[in-house]
């Protein structure tokens, strides 16, 4: 089955330390997305991907580094300059057209020790 | 800029009751409209959309909704409530382009015994 593979699941960074945090897709989609997640404040978006090699600024890109080497794969670094990077992370990805919807991984879950 | 507004961060209904979650829309053109639901530890999953054909649009579980341009309502309603569907729906709008989908903050839906 088609589908977005999120990983690890639950991440623990300690303070001054980069992590990257894994997303694969076989949808075969040319867009994907980065979006945290905090209570009460519903999605807001990182980073997104049109196309290989391009990526673009969210809301909240501040902090946060992508790349895009493959269709496949749009992996997210939170880096240390992100001062309060503790929320649900969720990857998507959609086909380009605004009628369709976003598919969604289920999520990596960062904590700071 | 579109924006959704989901009136109610929490309801709570009994089993078999009726199921209500309001959307209201924001947009100066026609927009395109989905509901997701998210369950704990998980990431969003489509329940249905709105592209512009049928404004009364029938999804999984149960689920419909209704596309009501003079209200810019896009209200979620499920007639008898099921145990299961205890989670937290979000609604979401898009205009021209799946990079710009804005969320709403999302309603947590308890179902009562």
């Known amino acids: 089955d088609g589908g977005i593979t999120q990983s690890p699941k639950y991440l623990f960074r300690k303070e001054g330390q980069n992590v990257t945090l894994s997303c694969e897709q076989n949808l075969n989609h040319d867009a994907m997305y980065w979006y945290r997640q905090d209570p009460g404040q519903g999605l807001r978006l990182i980073y997104y991907?049109?196309?290989?090699?391009?990526?673009q600024k969210g809301d909240i890109a501040e902090g946060y580094s992508v790349s895009r080497e493959k269709k496949e794969s749009f992996p997210l670094t939170v880096t240390s300059a992100q001062k309060n990077p503790t929320a649900f992370y969720l990857c998507?990805?959609?086909?380009?057209?605004?009628?369709?919807?976003?598919?969604f991984g289920d999520g990596t879950r960062l904590s700071i020790l | 800029a579109q924006s959704v507004t989901q009136l109610g961060s929490h309801v709570s209904v009994s089993e078999g009751a009726l199921v209500l979650l309001r959307c209201n829309y924001s947009?100066?053109?026609?927009?395109?409209l989905f509901w997701y639901v998210q369950y704990p530890n998980q990431g969003l999953q489509l329940l249905l959309k709105?592209?512009?054909?049928?404004?009364l649009v029938k999804g999984i579980n149960g689920f419909e909704a209704e596309f009501k341009k003079s209200e810019t309502s896009f209200h979620l309603t499920k007639p008898s409530a099921h145990m299961s569907d205890a989670a937290e729906y979000f609604c979401a709008v898009t205009l021209y382009n799946n990079n710009d989908m804005r969320f709403g903050a999302g309603t947590r839906l308890t179902v009562k015994p």
């Open positions: 991907s049109q196309i290989v090699n391009d990526f």
């Open positions: 947009s100066s053109v026609p927009p395109y």
């Open positions: 709105y592209t512009s054909a049928a404004t």
């Open positions: 998507a990805s959609s086909m380009e057209e605004s009628n369709q919807p976003q598919h």
